[in-house]
């Protein structure tokens, strides 16, 4: 088989990319603005890889389509502050390239295995999401956050009205804060724009406070990295029709969290770390409203769990990784990561 990964060096990219060189005989062509995440990979035989803009490179895009049994366009901004400070960029990138890539399997009748996001259910109030019955319930137009759900929400309809008129073979999956190893950089973290458990591992270890916005008591279920590649291995890997046309959520319904919580087991993890820098000062929490951390044009998610049973009935699968081992594997990947890149040690007291 062969796999096309547009946006290979990404958090889900470079573990996808990882785990199917190392199980499997499949040949995986992949582009990137970046490598550094794919170094190990890049002497592979199986793995044939341009680093560039997927914009500046579209007959080569095209090329590798067509040669290919599966595609996954996973090019795109995934991080809320950018959301807010650059919602045209989220909208040009997300949607607007990520259409061309769909309009080119459409014409080469190619396979797309699509990442949309748990963010398309918006506000729905439901206390479990399920992918062919929950609601998409999204704030109003000057609540900037919700460009990127609603690009993505676009574009699965979109995906699904080929799929029922010009025969596209699809299947739509739902992540639902996956976390792990490679999940975002210092430098996304030194402007306050990571997702949040690698924004505060990175405020621990800069000995700044963890801020939660608006008092931290909204929920998230996070699920760990190598539980999502094994779903989506499972898609990959299924040898007959039952995946397609289908929308999976992928996530953790046991992982659930307020973020007040996150950030005292991150706290606690730290703490007890042999990584973790000895002078270090213990921060505290303190509470931020979100337009002071986001801007006024932010609207947060008060909890989101999603169903996963669709995921268990038709792929035999279920998450197998705890929170806690979760968040240790995260916290320790970042300390050894992030020493070094962090504010020097005479400015870690000031906060
Ligand atoms: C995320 C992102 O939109 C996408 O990465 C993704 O598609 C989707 O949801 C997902 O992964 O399922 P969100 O869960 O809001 O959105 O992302 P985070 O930035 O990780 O924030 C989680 C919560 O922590 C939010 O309520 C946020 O306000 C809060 N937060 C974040 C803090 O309280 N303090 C911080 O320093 C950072």
């Known amino acids: 088989m062969r796999v096309f990964v547009i946006g290979a060096n990404g958090f889900i990219g470079h573990h996808l990319i990882g785990r199917i060189l190392s199980e499997t005989n499949w040949d995986v062509s992949g582009i990137d603005v970046h490598s550094h995440r794919l170094v190990h990979h890049l002497q592979d035989d199986r793995f044939h890889f341009l680093e560039g803009d997927m914009r500046a490179h579209e007959a080569w895009i095209e090329e590798r389509i067509k040669e290919s049994d599966v595609v996954l366009p996973l090019v795109s901004i995934a991080t809320p ?7 045209l960029k989220v909208f040009e990138l997300n949607f607007e390239e990520n259409l061309k890539i769909i309009r080119t399997c459409v014409r080469h009748r190619k396979y797309l295995v699509f990442p949309s996001t748990s963010e398309v259910y918006g506000l729905c109030p439901d206390d479990e999401l399920r992918e062919d019955a929950g609601r998409h319930v999204f704030g109003n137009v000057e609540s900037q956050r919700w460009i990127y759900g609603v690009s993505k929400h676009l574009l699965e309809r979109v995906i699904w009205a080929y799929g029922i008129h010009e025969g596209l073979k699809f299947t739509i999956v739902r992540p639902f804060n996956w976390i792990g190893p490679g999940l975002d950089g210092a430098d996304a973290a030194r402007s306050g724009a990571a ?26 279920c ?20 039952r995946c397609h046309g289908q929308i999976f959520n992928i996530g953790n319904p046991s992982a659930d969290l307020s973020i007040r919580e996150l950030a005292g087991m991150i706290v606690g993890i730290c703490g007890e770390s042999p ?3 000895k002078q270090l000062p213990v921060p505290g929490l303190i509470d931020v409203p979100h337009e002071v951390y986001y801007g006024p044009s932010y609207q947060d998610i008060p909890e989101r769990k999603p169903s996963i049973s669709k995921a268990r009935d038709i792929l035999g699968w279920t998450p197998k990784v705890g929170i806690e081992e979760a968040l240790k594997t995260t916290v320790d990947f970042y300390l050894a990561e992030f020493i070094g890149s962090q504010k020097p040690p005479h400015s870690l007291n000031q906060d």
């Open 81 to 87: 502050a950018l959301y807010i400070r650059e919602p």
């Open 195 to 220: 997702r949040v458990v690698t924004q505060f591992i990175w405020n621990l270890l800069n000995g700044e406070p963890l801020r939660l916005v608006n008092g931290g008591e909204q929920r998230r």
């Open 222 to 241: 996070f699920t760990y990295i190598s539980d999502g590649i094994d779903c989506l291995m499972a898609i990959l890997g299924c040898k007959d029709a």
């Open 275 to 277: 990584l973790r820098p």
